[in-house]
């Protein structure tokens, strides 16, 4: 029978064989036969039901850790080590090889060097365990929304997830922006029925608030169309604005066509945007003519005249004919920016349960075969009243996962700043790998990288801030995990509600109550339910969102090894939907009261006392136990706007090392902090409060190669063999350790020298100004703000890098450019007086100049930034260069005056020689 089987070449014929014995593949997950595909009699040992359900497949992780390969990170570690033997042997050289004839300048240079050192050492030791992280998407799909016999519609079981976006000022912050950034999140790959989006409007402007009214008009026509034609990135202005072929990769036969109608939508959307300024004004003009003319009728009905000009509010009305309950544009006695009455606006409503397909009747496009249900969008503006401190942003995120917990309640917050749109649309996705994935109940948040645009092609003042956020953030990920920095995270709702991590052991005791929601009790023994109110405030729905919230954001339990897990399909019921009695409690939550006598702010929700509240924030939940994971995606989860004026680029910069500076001198030091921080983690931490203070040794440092140059003394006696060696040593190790960096970082050399530029520029600028203010405020209680005094602008307003060369004069300038002014004399008079001295002393020269150099080398950003557009130097930087130099040439004449030469008794002369220092 086997050589029946078998083909002309003599091989065993498979397809022959299946065909003449109608035999089969078998079962399996490749090939599930039909129920009576098998004519066994034994029903035993047939295979009856259809193909199996998630929870009989093969377990599969939604994430993996990637370590960085051994031929990279051996040598980079072995580096660190010698690097710091090295620096201990030339530290302990230093002190004992001291220079007898400048021991001042001995002194200055070795302390300088030993703090270096330490923060060094702060710095580097962190970053021993770098790691990168990937996930499957596909894993989570087939998990959480396949359909299965007990889900034919394949309805999600994915958790909720609420979206917070936090506006302040529509006239620094353009509502147009704003606008698009809500319609990228309202546009995410996400089953919508889980989404909610939240914006914070902490001016409570009515410009605001109308422009997102026309953004959620909008979203009816651009989310259906993002999801039919799989649109990427979701931002519109950023979509329409790309320089690349719109059909590429896009298959479907009306999709030009439903681009040009989109386009020409969204370009009538921006136009009302901008108008809505104007429209407003005009609105309000003749609301107030009505209400004078009103009061004057009622005057002259009533037989009075006016004696003085009629004097009616100027209120701001909105378009139904009632005044504006926020901030009005003339401000008036409870309509202004601090002080106005709370808002909250559900502008869509959530949405049902089930896909919702559009139709072609009443839509601009065919929608026909698109879901075109819209998340759930709400408008918050916090009550604001005079005397009450309301912590700036902390204190809108805040009010925003209050009046959340009880509209939407979603187990994980993103939030976002204003100018930061989602790139990806499947990033929330990415960052739920990590959240239902085993051990993901210990994640308190997910950091996303910052992407920017807009940045000069040179990145002159190191804006994409590469090195942090793929070099250090990476190393951290190793340890405890990145440290929280503002915006682009994904927070476990129960983790800001000031909760340690679940210990399955000590809360559950059986297999039945791992699967019930607990109690917060429960989780924290020392909070008595009680005493619920002190915490968290009186709201009582908010009270019981809590255990719901964590019971919903735990991962599924589809594997042995996951201890603390809910049961699959409990999500995939319908939302409740919402009534008056909800809203009207949301409205209450955010009101300026809510918080006396709470934890809110002291333990629960975004931390208050400090200008960074995100990096403490993050810390306190470190402290606690908690870890954090870095989410890099291959394509960039989020983009975003960062200044690249020189000026206001240092005034980011002063704001971050103010509040580390606060850090350091409050509760929160790391040094301060519990058993559950580790201590690599810890160290990081103490790099964070400490790096600020490293600008006064910074600054003296950068002045030392000009003084030994003045002086003509080094910072060593001679330069000894030791001396150069210990310096070889070091400096080889330092570009090993950069090249090897750049290998595990994936970070361009370029980027990575430009982020030291900027240290040194940062270093001796605005560093230097955060530790005066921090000082002041923490010693004296002195709030001092550094502001800009004069402006000289380009001329070119259709350059998109226009703003890089805008000069806008700053007191945090100062320093940079007299260290520059004073190295570059220095070298001048140095030069001059080694090349006129009977024995030049060329070693000397040289090593001051060379360090000189390296100095310059640092500042030559700076410099550019000075210049301008077309080297055009503003007339101060003249002024300061003049003022330093006559100031130095005095100087050193009353250090060392001309010297007097006596009457020569042979030749009967006298008189004065001018000897050149």
């Known amino acids: 029978m086997s050589m029946m ?110 703090w270096f050192a330490f923060s060094w050492i702060l710095d580097q030791v962190p970053k021993i365990c770098p ?155 003749a609301f107030n003519a009505r209400e004078e003319m009103k009061v004057l009728k009622h005057m002259r009905e009533s037989g009075s005249e006016p004696g003085e000009p009629i004097k009616v509010p100027k209120a701001t009305w909105m378009a139904d004919g009632t005044h504006w309950p926020g901030t009005w544009t003339i401000p008036y006695a409870e309509h202004s920016k601090g002080d106005h009455a709370g808002i909250l606006q559900v502008m869509l409503k959530p949405p049902s349960s089930d896909p919702l397909m559009g139709g072609t009747d009443e839509k601009i496009i065919d929608f026909s075969d698109v879901d075109i249900r819209l998340p759930m969008f709400v408008y918050v503006s916090r009550e604001k009243r005079p005397g009450y401190d309301h912590n700036k942003k902390a204190g809108a995120m805040n009010a925003l996962v209050r009046a959340s917990a009880i509209l939407s309640n979603g187990p994980f917050i993103l939030n976002l700043d204003c100018d930061h749109y989602i790139f990806n649309c499947k990033a929330i996705r990415e960052g739920m790998c990590f959240m239902m994935d085993r ?220 509040g580390s500076v606060e850090i350091f001198f409050s509760r929160n030091n790391p040094l301060l902090g519990s058993r559950q921080l580790k201590l690599l983690q810890r160290l990081a931490y103490l790099n964070v409060g400490v790096y600020p203070f490293t600008s006064i040794f910074l600054i003296v440092y950068c002045f030392l190669p000009a003084l030994s140059l003045f002086s003509g003394h080094f910072i060593v006696q001679t330069l000894s063999v030791a001396f150069l060696i210990y310096l070889l040593t070091i400096t080889l190790c330092l570009m090993g350790l950069a090249i090897l960096e750049v290998k595990w970082s994936g970070i361009a050399l370029e980027e990575w020298w430009r982020n030291e530029q900027f240290w040194l520029i940062s270093g001796t600028s605005a560093h230097l100004a955060a530790v005066v203010q921090g000082l002041l405020k923490v010693i004296a209680g002195i709030d001092i703000s550094f502001t800009l005094t004069s402006k000289s602008g380009g001329e070119d307003i259709d350059d998109a890098f226009a703003d890089l060369y805008l000069v806008k004069w700053t007191s945090l300038m100062i320093p940079p450019i007299v260290i520059a002014m004073v190295n570059i004399i220095a070298i001048a008079v140095a030069f001059s007086r080694t090349v006129y001295s009977t024995v030049p002393q060329w070693s000397k020269f040289v090593g001051g100049a060379f360090f000189s150099f390296w100095v310059l080398a640092h500042l030559y950003p700076f410099a550019k930034g000075l210049m301008g557009r077309r080297g055009k130097t503003p007339t101060i930087v003249f002024v300061w260069s003049g003022l330093i130099a006559i100031t130095l040439s005095l100087l050193w004449v009353s250090i060392n005056p001309p010297q007097v030469a006596t009457t020569d008794s042979s030749t009967g002369t006298g008189g004065s020689t001018f000897q050149f220092p």
């Open 439 to 658: 051990g993901g109940e210990n994640i308190c948040y997910i950091q996303f990288p910052q992407r920017f645009e807009g940045i000069d092609p040179s990145d002159r003042y190191a804006n994409h801030n590469t090195v942090f956020f793929d070099g250090n953030m990476r190393a951290l990920d190793g340890i405890q995990g990145p440290v929280y920095v503002g915006t682009g995270c994904m927070f476990r709702r129960f983790a800001l509600y000031g909760f340690d991590p679940p210990k399955p052991d000590k809360i559950v005791q059986s297999t039945e109550t791992q699967m019930q929601t607990l109690k917060p009790n429960d989780f924290d023994p020392e909070l008595d339910v009680n005493h619920l109110p002190k915490r968290f405030g009186n709201s009582t729905l908010l009270a019981e969102s809590i255990p719901i919230a964590e019971f919903h954001g735990r991962p599924l339990a589809d594997h042995s090894a996951v201890k603390y897990g809910r049961p699959p399909g409990i999500l995939r019921a319908p939302r409740d939907p919402l009534d008056a009695a909800a809203v009207a409690e949301a409205v209450s939550v955010i009101s300026c009261w809510y918080e006396d006598k709470t934890e809110w702010g002291d333990r629960v929700g975004w931390i208050y006392g400090s200008v960074t509240e995100d990096v403490v924030t993050g810390y306190r939940m470190h402290n606690r136990g908690w870890q954090s994971v870095y989410c890099v995606t291959k394509r960039d989860a989020f983009h975003g706007s960062a200044p690249i004026n020189l000026t206001d680029r240092l005034h980011q910069v002063l704001r971050w090392a103010t």
């Open 131 to 285: 790691v990168n992280r990937s996930t499957d998407l596909e894993v989570l799909r087939e998990k959480f929304d396949m359909p299965s016999p007990s889900n034919p519609t394949g309805r999600s079981d994915l958790p909720g997830v609420d979206l917070f976006v936090s506006t302040a000022d529509p006239e620094k912050e353009p509502p147009l922006v704003t606008a698009c950034t809500i319609l990228s999140i309202l546009s995410v790959d996400f089953p919508v029925e889980k989404l909610a989006c939240y914006v914070s409007d902490d001016g409570g402007a009515l410009l605001t608030f109308e422009a997102m009214a026309e953004a959620a008009s909008f979203a009816d026509l651009w989310v259906p169309f993002c999801r039919k034609h799989n649109i990427e990135p979701r931002n519109p202005e950023t979509y329409f604005g790309l320089k690349v072929d719109p059909t590429k990769n896009k298959s479907r036969l009306d999709f030009v066509k439903d681009r040009r109608k989109v386009k020409r939508e969204f370009d009538e959307f921006k136009v009302r945007i901008n108008g809505l300024t104007d429209s407003i004004r005009r609105r309000s003009e």
């Open 5 to 114: 089987k078998r083909n002309q070449t003599g091989e065993f014929d498979h397809n022959r064989w299946l065909f003449e014995t109608k035999g089969t593949y078998g079962v399996g997950n490749a090939f599930w036969p039909q129920d009576d595909m098998y004519d066994d009699d034994d029903d035993n040992n047939g295979f009856k039901g259809g193909m199996m359900e998630s929870m009989d497949k093969p377990w599969k992780p939604l994430s993996r850790k990637l370590p960085i390969p051994t031929a990279i990170i051996s040598p980079y570690r072995l580096l660190i080590v010698i690097r710091l033997v090295v620096l201990g042997f030339f530290l302990h050289w230093r002190l004992t090889n001291p220079n007898t004839d400048a021991v001042w300048l001995w002194f200055m240079s070795v302390v300088c060097e030993t």
